[in-house]
């Protein structure tokens, strides 16, 4: 069984920091594309990072967010700096298991194969 399991998340005042992080299990992940995403209530879930063999971020988060893994813990991470209000949502993490199209496609929800449970980030003004 193929879980995604978030962690990290909580409150920071504007212009702070978090990390988070994704822990995967029951597969090997090392070959997977891995990418962020967020939400709000009412809102579509949008890309947030992404990590191939590159690596995106929208103009949203540029120079302030950070995706990096570690293969030998399969985790997946997101180094949050600079923190916003608007940065406010709950944080999936995701798997793309078959990346062949993966630079086309990896804002799309439909790219990814398995979703995490989401960690709440909330920034204070």
């Known amino acids: 069984q193929v879980q995604l399991v978030e962690s990290g998340g909580g409150l920071v005042q504007a212009g702070g920091s978090l990390r988070l992080s994704c822990a995967a299990s029951?597969?090997?992940?090392?070959?997977?594309?891995m990418g962020w995403f967020r939400q709000t209530p009412g809102k579509e879930r949008e890309f947030v990072a992404g990590m191939s063999s590159n690596i995106y971020y929208p103009d949203s988060v540029k120079g302030r967010f950070t995706i990096s893994r570690d293969n030998a813990k399969n985790t997946v991470y997101l180094q949050m700096n600079s923190l916003k209000p608007e940065d406010t949502a709950v944080y999936y993490c995701?798997?793309?298991?078959?990346?062949?199209?993966?630079?086309?496609?990896?804002?799309?929800?439909?790219?990814?194969?398995?979703w995490g449970q989401g960690t709440q980030v909330t920034v204070s003004s």
């Open positions: 995701a798997a793309d298991i078959d990346p062949i199209n993966y630079g086309r496609n990896y804002y799309r929800l439909t790219t990814y194969d398995y």
């Open positions: 029951g597969r090997t992940f090392s070959s997977a594309a």
